[in-house]
Structures are given as C-alpha cells and as structure tokens.
C-alpha cells in the first residue's frame, strides 16, 4: 500500500522560498511508468496541478508556475521536494503530493502552507 506525507513550514514569508518534501513509504520513486507529482489547492478554489518527476528524475512543469517551481528527489531516502520560489499571498492553499499512474491516486493528506508576514 503506497503512502505519501507532507512535509515542511507551514507559514512562509513572502517573496522567500517555499520547500515541502514528500515521503513515500510501501512503493519505490524510481518504479517505472509511475510519476510524482505536487497538487495545490488554494482556499475555495479548484485544485491546481504544479509538477512531477519521473522515474529517470526528469521534470514535468506547469507552464504557469514553471518560472518559480523546481522539483528533485533523493532515493536515497525515497523523497522528493517542491521548491516554489518568490512566493505571495496568492501561493497560500493546501499542498499535496501524489502518485501518477493513469491518475493521480493516492494522495497525500496535504499540508497547509500560509503566506503571510
């Protein structure tokens, strides 16, 4: 059974970065055919997909947010982080990863992160 948390601040100050780190645990990053990605849900709004990596470690992108977001990963430990960069008010949402597979299942339980001075 594959799981996946969350993890990082959960209140960031803008124009800074923001870094959350996602740990799978019952599934490995580098299986092939499956991906891992960061969803975002600001607050009443529409979930919003951000980006993934890949088995091999390459990197898909939201074009709207690829200026500002980078993800990696370490196999090592069997994580993989966001970086969003100059974050805003706007950035404020839920943060999820998840595991791409003909879908996006499962997810995490999300972690809230605030933008706020």
């Known amino acids: 059974q594959v799981q996946l948390q969350e993890s990082g601040p959960g209140l960031v100050k803008p124009s800074e970065t923001l870094s959350l780190t996602c740990t799978v645990s019952?599934?490995?990053?580098?299986?092939?055919?499956?991906?891992w990605g960061w969803i975002r849900q600001p607050p009443g709004k529409e979930p919003e997909w951000m980006g993934a990596?890949?088995?091999?470690?390459?990197?898909y992108y939201n074009p709207s947010l690829k200026s500002r977001t980078s993800i990696s990963r370490d196999t090592s430990k069997n994580q993989f982080t966001l970086q969003l960069s100059s974050v805003a008010p706007r950035d404020t949402a839920v943060y999820y990863c998840?595991?791409?597979?003909?879908?996006?299942?499962?997810w995490g339980k999300g972690t809230l992160v605030t933008v706020s001075s």
């Open positions: 998840a595991r791409g597979s003909q879908g996006w299942s499962p």
């Open positions: 019952g599934g490995s990053i580098t299986t092939n055919s499956v991906v």
């Open positions: 990596i890949d088995a091999s470690g390459t990197t």
